[in-house]
């Protein structure tokens, strides 16, 4: 009989341990889920502005205001397909 309990002591003590280390996971995935959120919005606030630039600078040097409008387009639908997610 005492053998069963201290099986089961070891039992809880491994348990209480698992326990433990499925919470420091938990926490450091919530942090890591943070993370990702901030780089998301910081994406969402450059990168839409650095494809404008890059749209608008090479309509300008080569002269091409036909790329305009098609490029506009492809741009709102990257921006509207970042925001259907």
């Known amino acids: 009989m005492l053998d069963v309990n201290n099986r089961m002591v070891d039992l809880n ?3 209480l ?3 433990k280390q499925l919470l420091q996971l938990g926490n450091k995935n919530f942090d890591e889920n943070a993370t990702v959120k901030i780089v998301t919005l910081v994406t969402l606030i450059y990168l839409p502005a650095s ?3 890059v749209s608008s600078s090479n309509t300008q040097h080569h002269g091409i205001m036909s790329e305009c409008p098609s490029t506009l387009v492809r741009f709102g639908l990257t921006y509207l397909s970042l925001f259907s997610v």
């Open 13 to 15: 003590q491994n348990m």
């Open 17 to 19: 341990d698992a326990n």
């Open 51 to 53: 494809l404008v630039s």
